[in-house]
């Protein structure tokens, strides 16, 4: 089992969010989260003068997949999430050594 | 004169709408501090609704606008409002119950405390400042006050024109507000770090109430419900409006029309325009709002920006500088067309108007900005301004108040 976790831009959530459902991806997590990258920051006004504000709102979608799923989840949000830009954002796999779904107690492949 | 029910129902009107400035300066300035500093500042603000009124009806109207003692200070004559009923005073608003005219005066007393608070927000200890205002209400606000309304008033009997308070209120909120962030000094990080204001719509509604509540500071200030005050209502709305669109321009030049800025500009507006409201035709009123919100902006920028001064929410930059060109501006445009009460100025070739108030800025400005730096070293000195490193990190909403402003399962 891997975990993906992708930052992605707020407006390109539907359209992830679609693809993934289309590859009958249905399960994950999203929150809201600030962070900075080789998109910088923005330039903000005060009355007079300016303020730099260097870390930016973008989400992060988390889902546990199984080891064969990986490529085709990461295409999906790669195809979707894409404008080109600097700031579409990061995805990130890591190894997963448990799932425990709460509802039934199931272990692993069953709980995911 | 006989009590007139209409006089007597636009004041007290009047009344409640200056009241409602105070909580309303209470959003504008809490919608522009960091989130953890919201409560804390709103708190400066609604506090004294409380203590400035209790003082006020103690010994505040007496000495502001009792019996006068050598155009310096009232008397004893209205402690604890002894000889202030529904009779109308003999001197004061002759047409209006003196109850009337004595609660209209304290939402103005109220609010000139409210004002310079909005300098030392996010550091300054909270019991610290209730015994500062308390003084400065004492020493500084009730003598002049007296000077300039009080009957028998040196500056009054001088000459000096404030319709609704540019001096009294403005020039001594702004110069006092210069005065203690001299002594507090800069917030923890300013200007290195981002201070982003937590809610600008907060802001926003905060500038309408006061915008709103200003048409009972200076249409009220008539003390009479005719055509002075439909006047000076006219010029109220113009002259924030002229800052405002002015403000906008201006930082549209240098980036973004912004929203904090445009009405910040309309408060600016307002502030100069409240000496000369009921004393300049109200479409004097349209330059006087314009010209202030360049001077103001300008002034900010330099005081600010090129100082690094951190007169945090620009306590002196929109009060300050926009009530001393709101009193020289009434020197300038007053005409005794409008009002018989006031005068000529400059521009029907009285020159000497602009004199007199430069004597009513420099007096008021000179002894409030000094007496500020007195009493704040002495608060200073007994109990300490400034909360110490921990509090102010943390945040003055927690630290002072054990409150937090926005709650939540993860906050």
Known sequence: MKKIEAIIREEKLDAVK????????????????????KQKGLSLQWRVGEYRVDLLPKLKIELVVLD??????????????????????????LPVEMAVRVRTGDRNEAAI | ????????????????????????????????????????????????LGLIAILWV???????FGTDHAGIIGGFNFLGLNNVGQEASAVYASTTPHLAFMIFQMMFAIITVALFTGAIVERVKFSSLLVFAALWLTIVYLPTAHW???????????????????????INAGVSALALVFLLGRRRGFPDEAMEPNNIPMVVMGAALLWFGWFGFNAGSALTSGGLASSAFVATNLGAA???????????????????????GAVVGLVAITPAAGFVTPLAGLAIGAIAAVISYYGMVLLKIKRGVDDSLDVFACHGLGGIWGAIATGIFAAASVNSAGADGAIFGNWMQVAKQLVGILSVGGFAFVMTLGIGKF???????????????????????GERAYGGFLR
């Open chain 2, 148 to 170: 300039v309304w009080g009957s028998g008033g040196w500056l009054a009997k001088l000459g000096v024109l404030d319709f609704a308070g540019g001096t009294v209120v403005h």
């Open chain 1, 18 to 37: 679609k693809a993934l459902e289309e590859k009958s991806y249905f399960g994950m997590t999203v929150s809201e989260v600030s962070g900075r990258g």
């Open chain 2, 242 to 264: 002229g800052a405002a669109f002015t403000w906008m321009i201006i930082s549209w030049i240098h980036k973004r029309p912004t929203v904090l800025g445009t009405v910040t």
């Open chain 2, 58 to 64: 103690l010994y505040g109207y007496s000495f502001g």
């Open chain 2, 1 to 48: 004169m006989p009590i007139d029910t209409g006089d007597t129902a636009w004041l007290l009107i009047s009344s409640a709408l200056v009241m409602l400035m105070t909580p309303g300066l209470a959003f504008f300035y809490g919608g522009m501090v960091r989130r953890k500093n919201v409560l804390s500042t709103i708190m400066m603000s609604f506090a004294c």
């Open chain 1, 68 to 93: 064969e799923d990986v490529a085709t989840v990461i295409n999906a949000i790669v195809m979707n999430a894409r404008t080109g830009e600097a700031g579409d954002g990061k995805i990130f796999v």
């Open chain 2, 379 to 401: 608060v200073d000195k007994i109990m300490g301004l400034r909360v110490n490193r921990v509090e102010e990190t943390v945040g003055l909403d927690i630290s002072q108040h």
